[in-house]
């Protein structure tokens, strides 16, 4: 089975610093890229950062360029966001989500809540 | 960036009502669009990929249609557990972005 869970979310001050990871089970990790999109409380999905699959390509939203890193270590099967800098309206539920190709996200984490606030 | 508009923005249907559902992107993305469904507190469902694909496991009363800027999702017969928010998103290129949601409710 398929499983994506993230963690690392909580309560952070305006300009903080938070890492969130994903942990990948059921599937081969590698073989695929990863996303994270975020969610405001009550407002729309908004895609984040997508990785390869060896870690080699990354992309970003502006909102979050040079302030978030994305990054995965292939032997742990895990999955990073590396987020600085962080402002209010950073406040969001981030989820990972798996890319295996032909496209769209098909498998999605729980989400984990990232608060910014003083 | 390609921005992602869809239409209507919320929608009151009734089961077994057949119901469509527009996004439109801001230049052409081939068939580079998919298709989710998220209900309240739930991750997305991803429904379509690739403009028109099925995901497995999705039922058939759902299928997509469209390429370069101009796409449609259909139900072809609304179900009681299909009221939710559904979003299509762009995967071309080095961004993905999202619509700003449907919302369909129920009559």
């Known amino acids: 089975e398929v499983q994506l869970v993230e963690s690392g979310g909580g309560l952070v001050q305006p300009g903080g610093s938070l890492r969130l990871s994903c942990v990948a089970s059921?599937?081969?990790?590698?073989?695929?890229?990863m996303h994270w999109v975020r969610q405001a409380p009550g407002k729309g999905l908004v895609w984040v950062s997508r990785?390869?699959?060896?870690?080699?390509?990354?992309d970003y939203a502006d909102s979050v360029k040079g302030r978030f890193t994305i990054s995965r270590d292939n032997a742990k099967n895990t999955l990073y966001l590396q987020m600085s800098s962080l402002r209010a309206e950073d406040t969001a539920v981030y989820y990972c989500?798996?890319?295996?190709?032909?496209?769209?996200?098909?498998?999605w984490g729980q989400g984990t809540l990232v608060t910014v606030s003083s | 960036d390609i921005q992602m508009t869809q239409s209507p923005s919320s929608l009151s249907a009734s089961v077994g009502d057949r119901v469509t559902i527009t996004c439109r992107a801001s230049q052409s993305i081939t068939t580079y669009l998919n298709w989710y469904l998220q209900k309240p507190g739930k991750a997305p469902k991803l429904l379509i990929y690739a403009a028109s694909n099925l995901q497995s496991g999705v039922p058939s009363r759902f299928s997509g249609s469209g390429s370069g800027t101009d796409f449609t999702l259909t139900i072809s017969s609304l179900q009681p557990e299909d009221f939710a928010t559904y979003y299509c998103q762009h995967s071309y290129r080095s961004q993905f972005t999202f619509g700003q949601g449907t919302k369909l409710e129920i009559k």
């Open positions: 990785i390869n699959s060896d870690g080699s390509a990354t």
């Open positions: 059921g599937f081969t990790f590698s073989d695929n890229w």
């Open positions: 989500a798996r890319d295996p190709g032909p496209g769209g996200a098909d498998y």
